[in-house]
């Protein structure tokens, strides 16, 4: 399943009115790390291919303009990127438990919870189709991706990949 198909379920103990006012957005946090949407599309357009129904990089640029909207509209996938901005500010710190200092720094190996992050991020967005994009934004990391620290790297190609699957995905219907 992924975010585009995600069914209004409803439980049996929801409630009748659900409080949508909120005191932070993502897209402000994000954009005062300097991660605007204008950055994120620039990366995302680095790795950009003409595709049926988005045969231009200016309708690329409008339709992943709107995924994005779409995706930083779920206050699931917002949580999931702030749990990577929260793990990034804690490595940075040295603050992680069971990691030190050094091995947060030098992105070992060995540190694969950063990439079950991004992958998560990306699946959540698009299904599975979301995890290959993920993957090729984590591998060639253009534009602001690879100046990012190990959490955040991931979480950014997971959000960009999964944004542009979904782009791809929707214009071929």
């Given amino acids: 399943m992924k975010l585009s198909d995600s069914p209004v379920a409803e439980k049996s103990d929801a409630p009748e009115v659900i409080d949508t006012t ?13 991660l605007t949407e204008e950055v994120l599309l620039s990366a995302a357009m680095e790795l950009y291919v003409p595709h049926p129904g988005i045969e231009t990089k200016e309708k690329a640029e409008a339709v992943f303009k709107q995924e994005l909207d779409v995706a930083l509209s779920d206050p699931n996938l917002c949580i999931l990127v702030y749990a990577g901005i929260l793990l990034e500010q804690a490595g940075k710190a040295g603050e992680l438990p069971n990691l030190s200092r050094d091995s947060y720094e030098r992105d070992l ?17 698009a299904g599975h189709k979301g995890m290959f994009e993920y993957v090729r934004f984590d591998k060639l990391k253009p534009g602001i991706i690879k100046e990012l620290g190990p959490f955040m ?16 995905t929707r214009a071929e219907v």
């Fill in 22 to 34: 909120f005191d932070r957005d993502i897209r402000d946090i994000l954009s005062g790390m300097g």
């Fill in 109 to 125: 190996t060995f540190l694969v919870c950063d990439e079950v992050l991004g992958m998560s991020i990306a699946t959540y967005i």
């Fill in 153 to 168: 790297d991931d979480v950014i190609a997971g959000l960009i990949g999964g944004v542009s699957s979904s782009m791809y």
